[in-house]
T-cell receptor
Framework: QKEVEQNSGPLSVPEGAIASLNCTYS??????FFWYRQYSGKSPELIMF????GDKEDGRFTAQLNKASQYVSLLIRDSQPSDSATYLC????????????FGQGTELSVKP | DAGVTQSPTHLIKTRGQQVTLRCSPK?????VSWYQQALGQGPQFIFQ???????QRGNFPDRFSGHQFPNYSSELNVNALLLGDSALYLC??????????FGSGTRLTVV
């Protein structure tokens, strides 16, 4: 079992719709959780991080964490074509000195 | 405020050669991590430096080595290059054990 798993996609949504990206992790020692956006040929860009169970909202983005289910998600409301990118879920195992473990990423395509 | 800067942006090396990649962390950041990202995959952790010491290492062979300087900048060295070392190499810096900022990366092609 991979430490961090994401559906590779591609996930295709129409412009204006809600895009839902999911991520599961295997280590219950995971402390913090990150969503990065990566455009083709570019480096990852941090969108959001979350540490506590529940929802965290930032503009059109909402991160949701459920530690009991070992599940973290990212919702993108009012999706725009400019949101088309690969979204990487990353987990920080604080007890291992803070390295990030990434999933393989989910490719999102927002169609006009 | 400059973010994380990496050099060079691209390079091509021949199998068996050695390469050095460089990273300057974001101002105020003292922790530098290196990642390897193969095409279509998520970044894989190589190692992390803090206070000029390798604090943690991922599952990479000893051909991969690094260094951190007193000004917190860092180098990644790869010896005896293999075709499979072709990837995007990312440097990330932080002033905490979370909240990493990535540089633009170095695209290494081994032929």
């Amino acid at each position: 079992q991979k430490e961090v798993e994401q559906n590779s996609g591609p996930l295709s949504v129409p412009e204006g719709a809600i895009a839902s990206l999911n991520c599961t992790y295997s280590d219950r020692g995971s402390q913090s959780f990150f969503w990065y956006r990566q455009y083709s040929g570019k480096s990852p860009e941090l969108i959001m991080f979350i540490y506590s169970n529940g929802d965290k909202e930032d503009g059109r983005f909402t991160a949701q964490l459920n530690k009991a289910s070992q599940y973290v998600s990212l919702l993108i409301r009012d999706s725009q074509p400019s949101d088309s990118a690969t979204y990487l879920c990353a987990v920080n195992l604080y007890n291992q000195g803070g390295k990030l473990i990434f999933g393989q990423g989910t490719e999102l395509s927002v169609k006009p | 405020d400059a973010g994380v800067t990496q050099s060079p942006t691209h390079l091509i090396k021949t199998r068996g050669q050695q390469v050095t990649l460089r990273c300057s962390p974001k101002s105020g950041h003292d922790t530098v991590s290196w990642y390897q990202q193969a095409l279509g995959q998520g970044p894989q952790f190589i190692f992390q430096y803090y206070e000029e010491e390798e604090r943690q290492r991922g599952n990479f062979p000893d051909r991969f080595s690094g260094h951190q300087f007193p000004n917190y900048s860092s180098e990644l060295n790869v010896n005896a290059l293999l075709l499979g070392d072709s990837a995007l190499y990312l440097c990330a810096s932080s002033d905490r054990p979370y909240g990493y900022t990535f540089g633009s990366g170095t695209r290494l092609t081994v032929v």
